[in-house]
């Protein structure tokens, strides 16, 4: 590829990566604002068009007023309440179709003119096709909000779905720093025991912020933010009285709702004083390159960000606009943090 060719193809790949964090954060509205069991049926491709007609929202309203959500918690709000969270989630699901073309039309462009390897093409190609699954996953998670006495998703299936966007964000997001930088900035200096030990930690760190946005997925499918309201006690307790009512014990994780907050904020904080590590030893030594350095100071400010966004999210009892700027951030952080792997890695 030439380097024109890189730029460009980067560019895209970025702007990508820019679209699926709109995504996540439309996702966020979406749940908070309980507009995701609003459209009853799945149309891939015809439910682009959204109701152009007054007997074609009465119809939908009608759909919607048999399932279990309405009558426990919207019952008597009309169709202009109706239309309301309808929107929400018809942005959301439009814009996975339009992310959908935005891949696939600049790749088949790229493709017939040669600017990109075989290889890349296919890689891409299967990125497209995981985009598609991405939406069947989505509907999975929305169905299971259509049992009996159900007025939201099961909470495995809601982390299922972010997990799935957030592995094809890193892969794609992956895919563009390749393009942009091919090799290491330093050769020289990537074999060196400082550089292997900064590899290291930012390896452990990079694990623990996945395990928390997973925690964080349980807390959001659970509503468990909206209990505990304080920080760094949870009433009055560093551990919440009620962690281990559950048996088997495992099951606390995923289900209690005081275990499922408490393990977010200890993942939380274990995965800042990991990224502190990071920092310390990385910004110490010597010889990683600009790019390196770069990407350090700006993971240290990430990560200061997204914990300031979970206790304020925390503290407002999640908002709206908190809950989705925090879940999104999320996603920003764990980009930040393979910017600095990329920047870290071996010839």
């Given at each position: 590829?030439?380097?024109?060719?890189?730029?460009?193809?980067?560019?895209?790949?970025?702007?990508?990566?820019?679209?699926?964090l709109?995504?996540?954060?439309i996702?966020?509205?979406?749940?908070?604002?309980?507009s995701?069991?609003?459209?009853?049926?799945w149309?891939?491709?015809s439910?682009?068009i959204?109701?152009?007609?007054h007997a074609e929202?009465?119809?939908?309203?009608?759909?919607?007023?048999?399932?279990?959500?309405?009558h426990?918690?919207?019952?008597g709000?009309?169709?202009a309440?109706?239309q309301?969270?309808f929107?929400?989630?018809?942005?959301?699901?439009?814009?996975?179709?339009?992310?959908?073309?935005?891949?696939?039309?600049?790749?088949?462009?790229?493709?017939v003119?040669?600017?990109?390897?075989r290889?890349?093409?296919?890689r891409?190609?299967?990125f497209?096709v995981?985009?598609?699954?991405?939406?069947?996953?989505?509907?999975?998670?929305?169905?299971?909000g259509?049992?009996?006495?159900?007025?939201?998703?099961?909470?495995?299936?809601?982390?299922?779905?972010?997990?799935?966007?957030?592995?094809l964000?890193?892969?794609i997001?992956?895919?563009?720093?390749?393009?942009?930088?091919?090799?290491?900035?330093?050769?020289?200096?990537?074999?060196?025991?400082?550089?292997?030990?900064?590899?290291?930690?930012?390896f452990?760190?990079t694990?623990?912020?996945?395990l928390?946005?997973?925690?964080?997925?349980?807390?959001?499918?659970?509503?468990a933010?909206?209990?505990?309201?304080?920080?760094p006690?949870?009433?009055?307790?560093?551990?919440?009285?009620?962690?281990?009512?559950?048996s088997?014990?495992?099951?606390?994780?995923?289900?209690?709702?005081?275990?499922?907050?408490f393990?977010?904020?200890?993942?939380?904080t274990l995965?800042?004083?990991t990224?502190?590590?990071?920092?310390?030893?990385g910004?110490?030594?010597?010889?990683?390159g600009?790019?390196?350095q770069?990407?350090?100071?700006?993971?240290?400010?990430?990560?200061?960000?997204?914990?300031?966004?979970?206790v304020?999210?925390?503290l407002l009892v999640?908002?709206?606009w908190?809950?989705?700027?925090?879940?999104?951030?999320?996603a920003?952080?764990?980009?930040?943090m393979?910017?600095?792997?990329?920047?870290l890695?071996?010839a």
């Open positions: 590829m030439t380097d024109a060719s890189r730029r460009l193809v980067s560019g895209w790949l970025f702007a990508l990566c820019f679209m699926l709109g995504m996540i954060a996702g966020g509205v979406t749940r908070l604002t309980g995701g069991l609003s459209i009853m049926d149309q891939p491709v439910g682009i959204p109701p152009l007609s929202w009465e119809r939908l309203f009608a759909l919607y007023q048999t399932i279990p959500q309405y426990l918690q919207h019952e709000f009309g169709l309440g109706f309301k969270i929107w929400a989630e018809w942005t959301h699901r439009f814009w996975g179709r339009l992310m959908g073309l935005t891949l696939l039309l600049p790749l088949l462009w790229f493709t003119r040669g600017m990109i390897t290889a890349l093409a296919v891409l190609f299967v497209f995981l985009g598609g699954l991405q939406g069947a996953i989505g509907w999975f998670m929305v169905a299971s259509f049992r009996p006495d159900s007025t939201a998703v099961e909470p495995v299936r809601l982390v299922l779905h972010l997990s799935a966007a957030l592995i964000y890193a892969a997001l992956w895919t563009a720093f390749s393009i942009r930088w091919p090799t290491p900035e330093n050769t020289a200096t990537t074999a060196a025991p400082n550089t292997r030990a900064v590899r290291a930690l930012a452990c760190a694990g623990l912020v996945c928390t946005i997973i925690a964080g997925g349980f807390t959001a499918g659970t509503h933010g909206f209990l505990f309201n304080t920080f006690l949870m009433d009055g307790h560093l551990i919440p009285t009620g962690y281990a009512q559950l088997p014990f495992w099951l606390n994780w995923f289900v209690n709702k005081a275990a499922v907050q393990d977010h904020r200890l993942l939380a995965t800042a004083l990224i502190g590590a990071v920092l310390l030893v910004l110490r030594t010597r010889g990683l600009q790019r390196a770069n990407s350090l100071i700006l993971l240290g400010w990430a990560v200061l960000i997204q914990y300031a966004l979970g304020t999210t925390l999640v908002p709206v908190a809950g989705a700027v925090h879940q999104t951030f999320a920003v952080l764990l980009g930040v393979l910017f600095v792997l990329h920047s890695r071996r």
